[in-house]
């Protein structure tokens, strides 16, 4: 074996939450190394949703208008139809108003974005790349690993030579999916449902589908039959690009016995050519880990929660941690954050995926009340009444599933050892609606300033104190410095966004969600830095 090498994060996984995570470190000028054992090629599509949280992340690493542009083109309708047939029947049209183009909404700059993974992961590869503290290697799997008080001993196989390599971490990240080394050796156990259904998705070229019916341009097609839902198409690029979902409940034999040419010809006719791009199957779960990290290991992703796609959460979830993760690691390795910040991750996080996990498995399971959808397709009066009555139902409990900004952006970090709870009553937690507050734990609010920025332009690198009404931040400023922590203060002359935080002084952590706030300096200020800091 060459001699060792060292670092200060190695991270296992080049998918979308290795990525971030390095991206995130790198922005930081953090040492890592990412070890993805696959040639970084991605044969099939995965997730499509980029949330306006995650959009947020993008725009604060210069790449948000990269993914806008790579995806679905923006005139493209982000519209859901449920229907019998491309050339059946309408059941239901559900608008998704905050997806998609450019136009900011009242509470994020950022709208969801469809950028499937076909091109999300290489962006973020990209801009990996062009951080000059991190090392990107591909055919590289991590075999075995070891902690000690001071780090993290790995032995990594490069795939290519078949050598064996050491590298010598002072943290190990795995965000290496669903099975992986890490999580098995660390005694990680996944709670919850390990199968709730059985799945496989189909890759397909078809030209201009819509051409060849009258239900016109939507982002997903869900078809419904006298069964319930059958299957659905997903536009991916606007133009030829689709992906087939097929679900088989608990019957796993019949996804091996499935004819996929009778269903394309079934569901989209057999006068439509296509090509068949690529297939993979796939176990829907419903588990979150009972622990994500153990001394200097940390889990993130599919590695510590996996759900359905209903609602597009998956992805969303992981980067999450990775951002939580990236500026406490950082922290950690420049010496002004303390060990506390390393167990405040599970405490964040887990609570979130949690109720991520939840959420999509209610939108995996939840459907229509009427039970009996015989006729669902038929030509007559009684067929056109019962379509009436499952549409309305479509629409009342299926929205949320597609317009979920409270998902999203609403998540809180109430139990954190590391945010200052000031007793004051959350606001409501919603799927679809997202109310903003500077509440300790939340995300701060989006507002634009005068210079046209938004607020959460403000944040990402230290702290920021925001100070409004003429309030001094100086105490806190002078406590932060005392302790080394990377600090700022922004006073805002705006009433609008004074309104909107709330108090007079709000300090955000770098990861933009509020730690502290307050109307005046507080008593022991270097008490409250050491809080924050993870060092009480
Ligand atoms: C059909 C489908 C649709 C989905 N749709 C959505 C959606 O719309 N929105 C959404 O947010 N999510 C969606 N998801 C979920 C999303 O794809 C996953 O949540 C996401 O890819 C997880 O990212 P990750 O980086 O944690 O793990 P992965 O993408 O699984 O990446 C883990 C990587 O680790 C590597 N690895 C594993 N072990 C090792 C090792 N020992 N050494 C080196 N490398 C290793 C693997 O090769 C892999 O590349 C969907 C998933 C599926 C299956």
Request: charged letters at 25%.
């Amino acid at each position: 074996m060459s001699e060792v090498e060292q670092t200060d994060v190695l991270i296992v996984g080049g998918g979308p939450v290795g990525l971030g995570l390095a991206a995130d470190l790198g922005a930081r000028g953090v040492r890592a190394i990412l070890v993805e054992q696959g040639d970084g090629r991605i044969d099939h599509p995965r997730a499509n949703t980029v949330n306006s949280r995650t959009m947020e992340f993008c725009r604060r690493w210069g790449i948000a208008e990269q993914v806008r542009e790579s995806g679905a083109p923006p005139d493209f309708p982000p519209d859901i139809i449920y229907l019998t047939g491309l050339r059946g029947h309408e059941l239901a049209r559900i608008a998704r108003p905050t997806h998609g183009g450019r136009a900011a909404l009242p509470h994020t700059p950022e709208r969801s974005q469809r950028c499937n993974q076909l091109w999300f992961d290489p962006i973020l590869r990209g801009l990996v790349r062009s951080k000059d503290s991190v090392s990107l290697r591909y055919a590289t799997r991590l075999e075995e690993f070891s902690q000690d008080a001071d780090g993290v001993d790995a032995v990594v196989r490069d795939l290519a030579s078949g050598d064996q390599r050491a590298i010598r971490a002072r943290y190990l990240v795995a965000a290496c999916g669903g099975a992986s080394v890490v999580p098995r050796a660390l005694g990680t156990r996944m709670e919850g449902m390990p199968v709730l259904s059985y799945h496989l998705n189909v890759f397909l070229r078809i030209e201009r589908l819509w051409e060849h019916h009258r239900m016109g341009k939507a982002a997903f097609y869900i078809f419904v039959n006298e069964k319930g839902r059958d299957a659905s198409l997903i536009e991916l690029n606007g133009t030829d690009l689709w992906r087939l979902g097929l679900a088989f409940g608990t019957d796993r034999a019949a996804r091996e016995r499935v004819d996929v040419p009778a269903i394309i010809s079934r569901l989209i006719g057999d006068d439509i050519p296509y090509e068949v791009i690529s297939s993979l199957p796939w176990t829907c779960r419903s588990i979150v880990a009972d622990r994500w990290s153990e001394g200097r290991v940390f889990l993130a992703g599919d590695a510590v929660h996996q759900h359905g796609p209903a609602g597009g959460f998956g992805m969303n979830t992981g980067m999450g941690d990775a951002v939580d993760l990236g500026w406490k690691l950082a922290a950690m390795v420049q010496g002004w954050g303390g060990e506390v910040l390393g167990e405040s991750y599970q405490a964040e996080r887990k609570p979130v995926a949690a109720r991520n996990v939840a959420e999509a498995t209610e939108n995996m399971v939840e459907f229509v009340d009427t039970p009996d959808l015989r006729g669902i397709d038929d030509d007559s009066a009684a067929g056109a009444a019962l379509r009436e009555t499952v549409g309305a139902e479509i629409m009342r409990n299926k929205t949320k599933q597609f317009v979920s900004d409270g998902i999203a952006l609403g998540y809180r970090y109430d139990a954190s050892p590391v945010v200052l709870n000031d007793g004051s009553a959350p606001p409501p937690d919603t799927a679809m609606i997202y109310h903003q507050t500077s509440r300790p734990g939340s995300r701060a609010p989006h507002a634009f300033l005068a210079d046209g920025r938004s607020t959460i332009d403000l944040f990402g690198r230290g702290f920021v104190l925001l100070c409004f009404g003429g309030a001094s931040g100086a105490a806190i400023a002078a406590a932060a410095a005392a302790r080394g922590v990377p600090f700022e203060v922004a006073a805002i002359d705006d009433d609008d966004i004074a309104r909107l935080y709330e108090r007079r002084l709000v300090l955000v952590r770098p990861d933009g969600h509020v730690a502290w706030r307050g109307d005046g300096a507080p008593a022991d200020p270097l008490a409250i830095v050491d809080r924050l800091r993870g060092a009480a």
